[in-house]
């Protein structure tokens, strides 16, 4: 299956566009009354739940299972480089002058990639393609991020890979060190790991932007009223949780 037929299937399943396309077949279906009302509801109620800031957080606690790294202990593990994965762009972007640049979330990686990289003087490689044919890869766009706004050096850019199983092979055959600090959300650490594990790396975890921070007592009445940024959030950890699964069948 080619990367755009996978980008448009994540589309149209993940909420919520599934939702929708629930409404719409117990709306085709509504001859049918009770199997109708029951997808409707269905869809409704699936919807209200994903954007809910609590389900977001429980949808998160069965992702995020590695710790946060420990960089101010000592001493620290044995690492050859840090690695740093694409996860989208910000097209055409007006404030800096209409050209491509990094997305917010691998923002979020490249801040605490330059981070980790002054305190502990480990080299960089952004590895990452362009996978529907943009006319920059994003390995090259990270680089560029990290160079000119965080004045920190890049040793190795990868910029073919499509998805995150090429990310590691790539990044394998381009970085001459066996060990390396895997820098992604913490929703995203598990299928990263596991990637870059069986292309023969040994991975030490660098999880960022916890969403699972409370425990369950801690949620409150407005963790239960439906927001907009919760359920981006649910739809990025419904999508690890397909990406998980396609992954084990596909690798």
Known sequence: MDVFAIYVLKGLLLPPAG???????AWGLRRRRRLALMLA????LTLFAAASPWMATLLARGLETAPAFPLAERP???VGAIVVPGTGR???APEYGGVDTVSPRTLERLRYAARVHRATGWPIATVGGAP??????E????AVVLEQDFGV????IEQTSRNTA???RNARRLLDVDSILLVTQAMDMPRARRMFEAAGFTVVPGPLGFLNRAGPSEFNVFDYFPDAGALALSRIALHEYLGLAWYRLRY
């Open 41 to 44: 509801a269905m869809a409704g």
């Open 153 to 156: 050096p890049v040793r190795w």
């Open 132 to 137: 529907l044919d943009d006319e920059t890869p």
């Open 19 to 25: 939702n929708l396309l629930l409404f719409a077949l």
């Open 76 to 78: 620290l593990p044995p």
């Open 166 to 168: 090429e990310n590691a």
């Open 90 to 92: 910000y097209t055409s």
């Open 139 to 142: 390995g090259v766009l990270m």
